[in-house]
């Protein structure tokens, strides 16, 4: 069987102000061929399209918080998806407030959107199951910034087992046994003999995990809800030069990143988010290299397979 | 002294669902460094730094109407213009309940603009004066869409009169004269002799002149407000074989915009706005071209020297 799918696209790697390489803040994750948009700054929809991805399959946005470059390309996604003949619902989790913006300026645009929208608030206290289904779940938490903010959890529902195919012949196993093996269940083979599971099976790879943490000062509370994912993203808008501009302003630099996903002991940290002073983002890697091994850049287009 | 500019850069073309190619809605006129960003759809600020114009120049933003694809770029290109340092004055001409969804949003996002905002609500009735100085009117006047709208109006001031510079040696005018001859009037040589002002002096060029008509239905009523003008953006959402649905949204197809542009005896006809159904805009130049033959397409990051 192959391996499910667990992708992400970055679409937006820039910080507040877009430069004319960088957009604001979005990435499309896929688990098992559900998407989420996470984030959705200004021009997501050109993005998505830029990038060939099929927009109408995205049944999940999640918004990190209401700062202009995390959400502002949602009204126009929302209006597109209409436009172009949705029907099937769309979750929206997000802090409240994005609703009544969003009802304002569909209310002055008289604005029709012709498929169903399901909001779910999200929460500033704790780790919480926002969303569940046999493949996935995921959580949101709470991250310190300047207005109300929350960080995203995603992990893959425990694999089903692997069947070592050379053990059916071997032990006369029904084809019709095959799905309860998968299950971790024991079976009766055809000669009626009761037949162990790990006998015929082997460990699935063990379920991925993504965390997204974007916006946050630096803040060692986060470490209990990231601990040990595949990958971690965290924000690292500024360098050590502006390590007091980051603080005053909630946000992280490329070390203070660094050393959160060494604390979570993550297995690969993804920094974005860059601040538009810096052109040269391949100075986020240098600073944060000496604090963790294995880094990647965000950048427009880049694919990352967890 | 050379002519003064008076050029249109098109920063977008596409109708309400931007695609891979189009931008949604706007344009940035410079008349004689006067700079006015029309519409301002998604993605207008990163439109605005990829064909490398100095945003902090734009001191009037004008927005037609509250559809998404006209405004939604401004909450984005306004927070970056206080990201980036403004401090003078920016003007903005629109509906009013544009200023209550940007007060929402800045609101939510705590998000301060340092720099003044001076909002100037149009009017749906007549021809209205909404800036003016020495070298350029503008004005709004009503269009016939789903929501109220109105289309823009840029005028040269009469340009001064051109010196006849062999003259001047001749007739014997002193340096301090020439700003007098440029106004029109006579003058007095160093010999004490009055010198008539059309000895020395020619016609200007005849003031230039602008009209913006997007979102509009097939309306003859616009004629009288965009009479003989020398460039005409005239929105030509779909093409003859969508001619009802045209009606039925309050737009126009290519054969209607080159119709209006014929009344009214416009030297130049720009068409835009182009539903994202059709992927070869040059069609709606072989549908207008019957009707008016002085065409132009607009398509992201032409420059029309008017």
Not at 19 to 43: H, K, M, W, Y
Not at 142 to 167: A, Q, S, V, W, Y
Request: charged letters at 30%; glycine letters at 4%; hydrophobic letters at 35%.
């Amino acid at each position: 069987m192959q391996k499910q799918n667990f992708e992400l696209l970055i679409l937006g790697s820039s910080s507040a102000a877009p430069t004319s390489q960088r957009n604001p803040s979005a990435q499309l994750l896929n688990v098992a061929e559900r998407f989420f948009l996470i984030d959705c700054g200004e021009a997501t929809q050109i993005q998505l399209r830029k990038y060939k991805t099929k927009f109408q399959k995205i049944d999940h946005i999640l918004i990190s918080h209401l700062h202009g470059d995390h959400f502002l390309g949602l009204p126009g996604l929302l209006s597109s998806m209409h436009l172009l003949g949705r029907k099937q619902e769309l979750n929206i989790y997000c802090p409240p407030e994005l609703k009544e913006i969003i009802d304002k300026i569909n209310s002055v645009s008289d604005t029709r959107i012709n498929y169903p929208i399901k909001w779910h608030f999200t929460k500033n206290k704790g780790l919480n199951l926002i969303f569940e289904d046999d493949k996935v779940e995921v959580h949101s938490f709470p991250m310190k910034h300047r207005i109300f903010c929350t960080g995203f959890l995603f992990k893959e529902k425990p694999l089903p087992r692997k069947i070592d195919k050379f053990k059916l012949e071997k032990y006369k196993v029904s084809v019709a046994d095959i799905h309860n093996l998968r299950k971790g269940e024991d079976i009766i083979n055809e000669a009626g003999k009761k037949i162990k599971n790990k006998d015929l099976t082997i460990d699935p790879s063990e379920p991925r995990s993504f965390a997204y943490c974007s916006d946050t000062i630096y803040d060692v509370d986060l470490v209990k809800f990231i601990k040990g994912v595949d990958l971690l993203y965290h924000e690292s808008t500024f360098l050590n030069d502006k390590e007091k501009r980051a603080q005053e302003t909630f946000h992280s630099t490329a070390e203070q990143a660094a050393k959160i996903a060494k604390l979570a002991k993550v297995k690969q940290l993804l920094l974005g988010h860059y601040s538009a002073r810096y052109p040269d983002i391949d100075d986020f890697l240098k600073e944060a290299s000496p604090f963790f091994n294995n880094l990647l850049l965000a950048t427009e287009g880049k694919k990352i397979v967890i």
